[in-house]
């Protein structure tokens, strides 16, 4: 069947928006494709530097004909009303059929309409995407209304091998490309509004093959094959390999490894059509400097990619990849390269000698300067609040000493008045760490200034060290009541100081590191800290962070498969702020519902629920309370009564101590008398006080199994 082949061929598209253009495009064109009827059976989409291409294969040559029936007024309406309606299925009375409903006697008019070939309707629907294409940020050029990336130069529109008709207007101002600077030569040179018209023409690499001479295609296969010829490899999953094979090759020769960068491995296979890789050295002179700054500087500034030794060790080497083969095999790049990166680590070796000379405590008074938020102060008060906040954490958290936290989360923020951070902001508690070495401190006040603002999202290495735990928390559960305490909350996706990425850390280091943390104590701690800058009121700030926390579990918890269902059904009992705690009843109550005595009992809960709320909004009344033993009158009330008033008291034993499974085990104990008293008790029986005795008992299913759970909440 025909294929469709679409090229936006512009000047450089930067490498983070390439992928999801492409993607983009696709959804757009295979969207307008189903909307008019046409199927396909294969779509790619590729991205260059300076080009997205899509492909679809499968595409029928016109749309298929369709019947449209329409029901119109009754014979006896109003002339008016039958005229209308004609002139909107545009067609005649004898055109129209009469048929007998039930309501009386009806004009249909049966609309038969014929597929258009494909070819007409294909360039509404590549317009449309083209010009709908999302970016983060575009622009206009020259004397352009339309708005794209980067100024387009030619669109390839074929179908079935064939030039569809049409392109798209760029300017609606009265411009010929003779007198339009901006203009490329293969406008249109008339007095009207400019057009990229669609065409079959592309052009090759920028600077390995000719600018100026245009390659013609016929159809995917030529297009990729011509395109290869002219120095562009237009898949980028086939650039990325290529890259990382060359770079392990040239690695290897020199008995290194690359460092893992997938993120920087993409944005350089954006980067080039051709990708040469070559390998540079770094002066011994800069290899003093921490690892983490030249590993920094060469990957966001340089796009290069660093190398390591056998035994993990930073080498002094790099990979960078070029755009260019060049006749001296690579040397002019690699030299020039080399010199680019020597300039750049002069200015780090610089910074990291400066710095040194002033200790990190001495800093801290710098911070003063620094505002964290308008509402909330300096920084100098953020590290004087968490400060605080420590002797509410540390004595949860086995190992950490009250004196050593104190230090650390002192000197936590001071690296942000150096000049590396200033440079690297991406190395702040980095380079505290490195600082604080450098002035004598502990390692473990070292470590915790480096690793207080981890975890920074779901992938990232939880601190298990005490004290790093420690300060981390402090610093974090501070951030969050503060904002709570200003009304600075999420609102929907908006999230603009990124609290829900917060409050998970918060749950990672908790629940990772299994300490007992009384979190409604620690936040009213928190809000305390704030009482001269805010008038909200602790506790309902307390209750806000909790359950916001609540929602950010149900998350944390569902990527591991657990049910959100039952974090609520735990968390609805109140008074629950031990995530530990918490996550064990979470984890008991899972394990029993996924037995055969679990689910039956939820689903006797469920009934005697039911049964209840449909008595009591009957009644206008509320059974709680215990039935009366001396009023059961059959063995199986009896019997399900012995067991619920047994049961409730060891439930709660079994929960004061924390022995979640033992309470499951006894809810599933009441399973056998609770089905046999829905078997062969009627509760709803002619005698009231009888009924009333029955609700009761089945008030005390609720109460009983509601000591574990509210599963009212749980799904099934």
């Known amino acids: 069947m025909?294929?469709?082949?679409?090229?936006?061929?512009?000047?450089?598209?930067?490498?983070?928006?390439?992928?999801?253009?492409?993607?983009?495009l696709k959804r757009l064109v295979t969207e307008g494709l189903k909307k008019e009827g046409l199927e396909f059976s294969e779509v790619k989409a590729f991205a260059t530097p300076r080009r997205l291409a899509l492909v679809i294969d499968g595409i029928p040559e016109k749309q298929a004909d369709v019947s449209e029936e329409k029901r119109g007024p009754r014979t006896d309406a109003p002339k008016q009303a039958i005229n209308g309606f004609l002139g909107s299925v545009g067609l005649t009375?004898?055109?129209?059929?009469?048929?007998?409903?039930?309501?009386?006697?009806?004009?249909?008019?049966?609309?038969?309409?014929?597929?258009?070939?494909?070819?007409?309707?294909?360039?509404?629907?590549?317009?449309?995407?083209?010009?709908?294409?999302?970016?983060?940020k575009s622009q206009r050029w020259g004397n352009s209304t339309f708005r794209w990336v980067r100024?387009?130069?030619?669109?390839?529109?074929?179908?079935?091998?064939?030039?569809?008709?049409?392109?798209?207007?760029?300017?609606?101002?009265?411009?010929?490309?003779?007198?339009?600077?901006?203009?490329?030569?293969?406008?249109?040179?008339?007095?009207?509004?400019?057009?990229?018209?669609?065409?079959?023409?592309?052009?090759?690499?920028?600077?390995?093959?000719?600018p100026s001479i245009s390659i013609q295609v016929k159809n995917f296969a030529d297009y990729e094959a011509k395109l290869r010829n002219a120095h562009v490899m237009l898949d980028p999953a086939e650039r990325r390999a290529l890259i990382k094979e060359e770079s392990d090759k040239l690695a290897a020769g020199e008995g290194l490894s690359v460092q893992e960068d997938t993120a920087l491995l993409a944005e350089v296979a954006g980067l080039v059509e051709w990708p040469v890789v070559l390998m540079g050295q770094i002066d011994d002179e800069f290899m003093e400097v921490p690892p983490e700054?030249?590993?920094?500087?060469?990957?966001?500034?340089?796009?290069?990619?660093?190398?390591?030794?056998?035994?993990?060790?930073?080498?002094?080497?790099?990979?960078?990849?070029?755009?260019?083969?060049?006749?001296?095999?690579?040397?002019?790049?690699?030299?020039?390269?080399?010199?680019?990166?020597?300039?750049?680590?002069?200015?780090?070796?610089?910074f990291w000698d400066q710095d040194r000379k002033q200790n990190l405590l001495s800093r801290v008074a710098d911070l003063e300067d620094i505002v964290f938020h308008a509402k909330m102060g300096k920084l100098t008060a953020k590290v004087y609040r968490a400060e605080r906040l420590l002797k509410h954490i540390v004595p949860q958290i086995e190992g950490a000493v009250i004196e050593d936290a104190h230090r650390a989360n002192r000197l936590s923020k001071a690296d942000l008045t150096t000049g590396m951070v200033a440079e690297f902001p991406d190395l702040q508690g980095v380079m505290g760490r490195y600082y604080a070495l450098h002035d004598g401190e502990k390692p473990e006040v070292a470590d915790a200034i480096a690793e207080h603002y981890s975890p920074l999202g779901p992938g990232d290495t939880c601190p298990s060290k005490p004290l790093s735990v420690a300060v981390a928390l402090a610093d974090k559960i501070d951030t969050l009541v503060g904002f709570f305490a200003i009304d600075e909350k999420p609102t929907g996706s908006k999230d603009p100081f990124a609290l829900r990425r917060a409050a998970l850390s918060v749950i990672r280091l908790i629940v990772e590191n299994n300490l007992r943390l009384p979190l409604q104590d620690v936040f009213k701690a928190a809000h305390s800290h704030y009482e001269d800058l805010v008038t909200s009121d602790p506790d309902a700030v307390a209750g806000d962070v909790l359950s916001f926390f609540a929602d950010r579990l149900k998350v944390h918890l569902k990527d591991k498969g657990v049910r959100h269902d039952l974090v609520s059904a735990v968390f609805a009992l109140g008074g629950e702020d031990d995530l530990v705690r918490l996550l064990a009843r979470v984890e008991a109550l899972s394990n029993f519902l996924g037995t055969d005595d679990g689910a039956n009992l939820l689903t006797a809960y469920k009934r005697a629920a039911n049964i209840l709320r449909i008595e009591e909004k009957k009644d206008d009344k509320e059974y709680a309370g215990v039935a009366d033993s001396g009023?059961?009158?059959?063995?199986?009330?009896?019997?399900?009564f012995d067991g619920l008033t047994a049961a409730e008291a060891e439930i709660a034993t079994a929960l004061k101590g924390e022995n979640y499974e033992s309470a499951m085990k006894i809810l599933a104990n009441l399973r056998a008398p609770v089905d046999k008293f829905f078997d062969e008790v009627t509760v709803n029986c002619n005698d009231s006080n009888l009924r009333v005795n029955r609700l009761l008992l089945l008030s005390q299913i609720r109460s009983a199994l509601g000591g574990v759970a509210d599963f009212s909440l749980i799904e099934g």
């Open 2 to 24: 025909p294929e469709l082949l679409l090229e936006l061929f512009s000047e450089e598209i930067p490498a983070r928006m390439q992928a999801r253009a492409a993607d983009d």
């Open 93 to 136: 009375l004898d055109q129209v059929e009469q048929r007998e409903m039930p309501k009386g006697t009806f004009y249909f008019a049966v609309i038969e309409k014929k597929g258009q070939a494909t070819s007409d309707v294909l360039p509404g629907i590549l317009l449309n995407a083209i010009k709908a294409l999302p970016w983060a």
């Open 151 to 210: 100024p387009l130069h030619s669109i390839i529109a074929l179908f079935d091998g064939e030039v569809l008709e049409g392109g798209i207007e760029i300017s609606n101002k009265e411009v010929s490309a003779e007198t339009h600077a901006d203009a490329p030569t293969h406008w249109k040179a008339m007095q009207v509004p400019l057009t990229i018209d669609f065409g079959d023409l592309t052009y090759g690499h920028r600077f390995l093959a000719s």
């Open 293 to 350: 700054v030249l590993t920094s500087s060469m990957a966001k500034h340089q796009k290069y990619f660093s190398l390591e030794d056998k035994d993990g060790k930073l080498a002094p080497r790099f990979v960078v990849v070029s755009n260019m083969v060049a006749s001296d095999g690579g040397d002019a790049i690699r030299a020039g390269n080399e010199r680019v990166l020597r300039a750049r680590l002069y200015d780090a070796k610089f």
């Open 631 to 640: 009023a059961l009158e059959q063995d199986e009330e009896r019997a399900l």
